[in-house]
């Protein structure tokens, strides 16, 4: 069985600070793909980044990286310099290239960025 | 950007009533996928189609049917709701084959309310 885990479900931070996301998954794939997703306040959700389980390096797009462990089944996903409207749900999703294509997601951390 | 449409934003029903949401997606993606999203369990996958007249079976799919009429068009069906049902509901796509066959286009959801 397939399973995404986010045990942060709330993470409040100062601005400009940096902040890690956690999350953990499982598969029996070798091979499987690791997305982020950010829903904004007004329940629009948008793809961040991914990372492809066979690529060792981290991925990182604009001030998103993520810290991706394989042997520890872990990704997180760290926001630099945090801003107000990085203020967010933040899901962490997985999708292995096995069988059917679905995206499994975990059940989201809200992040607050403080003035 | 994909653009993928979901009417009604807002819906309200009464227990046993028949409700439709629709989703539009105007970018020629293969894959539609219907969640549903509730506090604690993050988005959870119903159904979804990889074209005009095929569906396939999600992780929750008890109480809801599905119908790809087009490209475009995907449908969800509820026709004995029940308050369980109540929830955010979320469409998606996803082009097949090149860079971004990962990465999910959400629409913007629409609110059920079951009473």
């Known amino acids: 069985a397939q399973k995404v885990t986010q045990t942060q479900t709330s993470i409040s931070v100062m601005e400009k600070t940096t902040v890690t996301m956690d999350c953990v998954y499982e598969?029996?794939?070798?091979?499987?793909?690791l997305f982020w997703y950010k829903q904004t306040a007004s329940g629009e959700i948008v793809f961040l980044i991914r990372?492809?389980?066979?690529?060792?390096e981290n991925a990182t797009v604009g001030h998103y990286s993520l810290n991706f462990q394989k042997p520890k089944s872990s990704i997180g996903l760290i926001i630099t310099a945090t801003q107000i409207e990085d203020s967010a749900v933040y899901f962490c999703?997985?999708?292995?290239?096995?069988?059917?294509?679905?995206?499994?997601f975990g059940s989201g951390t809200q992040l607050t960025v403080m003035p | 950007e994909a653009a993928v449409t979901q009417s009604p934003r807002n819906k309200v029903t009464v227990t046993g009533g028949n409700v439709t949401l629709s989703c539009r997606q105007t970018?020629?993606?293969?894959?539609m996928y219907w969640y549903r999203q509730d506090t604690g369990h993050g988005l959870r996958l119903i159904h979804y189609?990889?074209?005009?007249?095929?569906?396939q079976i999600g992780d929750v799919p008890d109480g809801y049917k599905a119908t790809r009429t087009t490209q475009e068009d995907f449908f969800l069906l509820l026709e004995l709701a029940s308050p369980s049902q109540t929830s955010l509901y979320f469409c998606?796509?996803?082009?097949?084959?090149?860079?971004?066959?990962?990465?999910?286009?959400f629409g913007a959801g629409t609110r059920l309310s079951v009473l």
């Open positions: 998606a796509s996803r082009r097949l084959g090149g860079h971004s066959q990962n990465t999910l286009y």
């Open positions: 598969t029996q794939d070798s091979s499987y793909f």
């Open positions: 990372q492809d389980s066979y690529k060792k």
């Open positions: 999703a997985m999708r292995a290239s096995s069988g059917s294509w679905q995206l499994i």
């Open positions: 970018n020629s993606h293969n894959y």
């Open positions: 189609s990889y074209g005009a007249g095929n569906l």
